[in-house]
């Protein structure tokens, strides 16, 4: 069995508004391993972004624990949390978030600045299929590669782990599957434990596990015994 990277016990989240609470998690617990590609499915308010804000440490829990290796993060104070995220995690969301008076050789160049250990910003987009796009500025670019140079962004400073939530939502299925081929060529090229926050079932096939999420609560888990490639993903 490969090691635990993610250890999550009775993981509990309510926001509150006025005399208002909102139960985003209720009582999650779930392992996520090294290495590996999970895709987490379920409608809009079911706990999934919640969950990945948490285990990415931009948010923090109402109750329950959550372990990255040896370190637990529900006991960390802001300033821990943010040196966590700089040295642990890659975060890739919906929409792109690129610096439009930059090319995406300078867009990806700001992580690596940072970073005590990067790789340099040509490997990080060549990695992705962008080595022949270095010099573009994003309106040069298609949404698909604009969300490649996000990838490549958020994987410079060779993170453990990488969190996208909803990476393909604003693309067509073409594009969308360029995107899914630069996170699973990251995840077996560099190890990076991934998961995928997504709406699209059809994605599910390219992960190691899938997890489906309904009212703040994992429904269930399924195990792929035969993963596609993401070039075999249409929807």
Not at 82 to 90: E, I, P, W
């Amino acid at each position: 069995m490969p090691n635990t990277i993610f250890d999550v016990d009775n993981l509990t989240k309510i926001y509150r508004t006025g005399d208002v609470e909102i139960h985003a998690l209720r009582g999650v617990d779930l392992e996520l391993f090294e290495g590996e590609l999970v895709v987490m499915l379920g409608p809009s308010g079911s706990g999934k972004s919640t969950l990945l804000n948490i285990l990415g440490g931009l948010d923090t829990a109402t109750s329950g624990r959550v372990r990255f290796r040896d370190m637990e993060l529900t006991a960390l104070g802001d300033r821990e949390l943010t040196l966590y995220r700089r040295n642990h995690v890659g975060f890739v969301f919906q929409f792109y978030n690129l610096i439009p008076s930059l090319s995406a050789r300078e867009n990806v160049a700001l992580v690596t600045e940072i970073a005590p250990h990067p790789m340099r910003p040509e490997e990080a987009l060549e990695l992705v299929g962008l080595g022949q796009r270095l010099d573009h500025f994003p309106a040069q670019l298609s949404g698909g590669e604009q969300q490649r140079v996000a990838i490549a962004r958020a994987i410079a400073k060779r993170p453990e782990v990488l969190f996208c939530d909803e990476p393909t939502g604003a693309l067509d299925s073409k594009t969308g599957v360029q995107v899914l081929e630069a996170l699973t060529a990251v995840n077996r090229e560099l190890d990076t434990t991934t998961a995928v926050i997504t709406h699209n079932v059809a994605i599910q096939k390219i992960a190691h596990r899938v997890f489906n999420f309904h009212d703040g609560r994992i429904a269930g888990v399924s195990v792929n015994e035969t993963r596609v490639s993401a070039a075999q993903v249409s929807w």
